[in-house]
């Protein structure tokens, strides 16, 4: 079995070829552990920070405490990364490094040799060679494991769901404080972030956009009864099914040509449906909004946060960092650029403010409101803003907030950021899914199995959201309640 050969089929698999071959090469280790009579503890967790695996009495001729990690690509930048959070968080002062590089070792990097002389007896690389070494040894029970290799990829996820997910969630936030730290940090928002500030959900806005336009006075007619027309407008949802955005792109259709309304006119419309259905017990600067603007908040040090990319209209945030008198720009069109000084907001699928005077050019924003605006940014691979979207993700630690993670776009660009990576480094809050919630509804059980039965398929079902997800190079932190997340973004920011 030759290593290069075996790096090209999993290449066919897009992103999650990685994945795949990193499972192969911990079960090719744990083989030659095994026939050493050796341990090799995989997923280890011996402090608050997880490695690939761990040896307590070391692998083949290296001696212990051995942690492994098995990257793709060396470089002098990702060895100095591997070497600080080694040193930072080893359980010992023995411990020492073992880094598993199948892709490309830089070996002949000047700051790669003298790091490995400095670090002589407790840092050790195997590349290419050591790897293939180890395919010739076993190769009878390599070629099996390769046979196996879906299952093996598929029994690694579901043995993580018996971990404590609380625990591992307090992990990742580690790791997001040392990004954030860092000043490599970026911020992506969806529309749960207005959501806590009362402004109406997606559904909730087209509807009432949809009964702004069926109800327009027209000769004198009597407008009709909102709550008749909603009644129908949920049923013909039913019936029909469209998706939002279709209906949104009907919305669009309809108002602009029954009402001869222009598209300023349009906006204008939709601009006062977003701002007058606003839920006032809730306030316009909520504690989230409140938690993500003290992260913008810059340190003694400089500024943590390199960019804001929203997919929200609103300028809710806005409000909040020019109360913190904070330096800013709103961009929402191409040829815009921040200074250094200020912190750049990018509105990716348009801009709404509630006062349109303070900002200059907003008939320029490309709104992506119906189906002709998405499909715009969704087939034009260079529009402005999928390269910000796509920069942000590169060179940045992107922690997603109020984000379903289910935009066609957004996937498409983290599928391929993620080809430049091998460990996720972006991070998004996703709802868990409650055992009690999921199987009663109104008090009463709906779902016909044993409640230890149900917690394990919900376990491994959030298990394996979390390898899919990786495949995209996030992290998921679990929250339990939306109220939980201002807290949690607290911590991510404690060390200032």
């Known amino acids: 079995m030759n290593l290069t050969s075996l790096e090209e089929k999993l290449s066919d698999y897009g992103s999650a070829g990685y994945y795949l071959l990193e499972s192969f090469i911990l079960q090719l280790l744990n083989l030659e552990a095994a026939s050493l009579d050796q341990i090799l503890e995989l997923e280890s967790r011996r402090s608050h920070v997880k490695s690939d695996a761990f040896a307590p009495r070391g692998l083949g001729g290296l001696p212990g405490p051995l942690a492994i990690e098995v990257i793709q690509v060396l470089s002098p930048k990702r060895l100095e990364v591997e070497l600080r959070r080694h040193l930072a968080h080893r359980s010992s002062e023995d411990e020492k490094l073992l880094l598993v590089c199948f892709r490309e070792l830089a070996g002949n990097s000047v700051l790669v040799q003298k790091l490995k002389e400095e670090y002589s007896g407790q840092l050790y690389i195997w590349g290419a060679q050591e790897i293939q070494a180890l395919l010739d040894k076993h190769e009878a029970a390599a070629t099996e494991l390769y046979k196996k290799i879906f299952s093996i990829r598929f029994k690694r996820a579901i043995s993580n769901s018996a971990d404590d997910w609380q625990k591992k969630r307090a992990e990742i936030l580690a790791e997001v404080s040392e990004y954030y730290r860092a000043g490599r940090f970026s911020m992506f928002l ?16 087209l ?33 029909d099914g469209p998706s939002a955005l279709m209906l949104a792109r009907y919305i669009r259709k309809g108002v602009t040509a029954s009402s001869g309304l222009e598209q300023n006119k349009f906006i204008n419309s939709v601009t006062d449906q977003l701002y007058g259905l606003r839920d006032h017990r809730f306030s316009i600067s909520s504690l989230l909004i ?34 913190r008198g904070l330096t800013f720009k709103s961009i929402f069109e191409e040829i815009d650029l921040a200074s250094p000084e200020e912190l750049p907001v990018y509105h990716v699928h348009g801009f709404l403010p509630e006062d349109r005077t303070k900002y200059p050019n907003l008939n320029k924003s490309t709104l992506v409101f119906s189906e002709e605006g998405y499909h715009q940014i969704y087939g034009d691979a260079y529009h402005w803003s999928n390269l910000i979207q796509l920069n942000s ?5 992107c922690l997603m ?9 957004l996937r498409r660009l983290l599928e391929i950021s993620a080809k430049s990576i091998d460990k996720p480094k972006h991070f998004a809050f996703l709802k868990r899914v409650n055992h009690d919630a999921f199987s009663k509804e109104d008090g009463k059980s709906i779902v016909r199995a044993p409640t230890s039965v149900t917690r394990m398929f919900l376990d491994r079902h959030h298990s394996l959201n979390e390898e899919v997800m990786k495949e995209l190079g ?23």
């Open 207 to 239: 509807n009432s956009l949809f009964v702004s336009m069926l109800t327009d006075e027209d000769g004198g007619q009597r407008r009709a009864d909102k709550e008749q027309i909603s009644s129908i407008v949920k049923r013909l949802r039913q019936v």
């Open 290 to 323: 409140k938690s993500i603007a003290s992260l913008c908040t810059p340190s003694r040090t400089g500024a943590r946060v390199r960019s804001v990319v929203t997919y929200n209209f609103d300028d809710l945030l806005e409000r909040e960092l020019e109360v």
């Open 190 to 205: 969806g529309a749960g972030v207005s959501s806590s500030a009362g402004l109406p959900d997606w559904d909730t806005l």
């Open 401 to 409: 907030v109020g984000l379903s993670l289910t935009d066609p776009n």
């Open 474 to 496: 996030v992290n998921i932190i679990w929250y339990e309640e939306y109220d939980d997340i201002p807290r949690l973004l607290a911590d991510v920011g404690k060390f200032i």
């Open 393 to 397: 993700l590169k060179e940045t630690a």
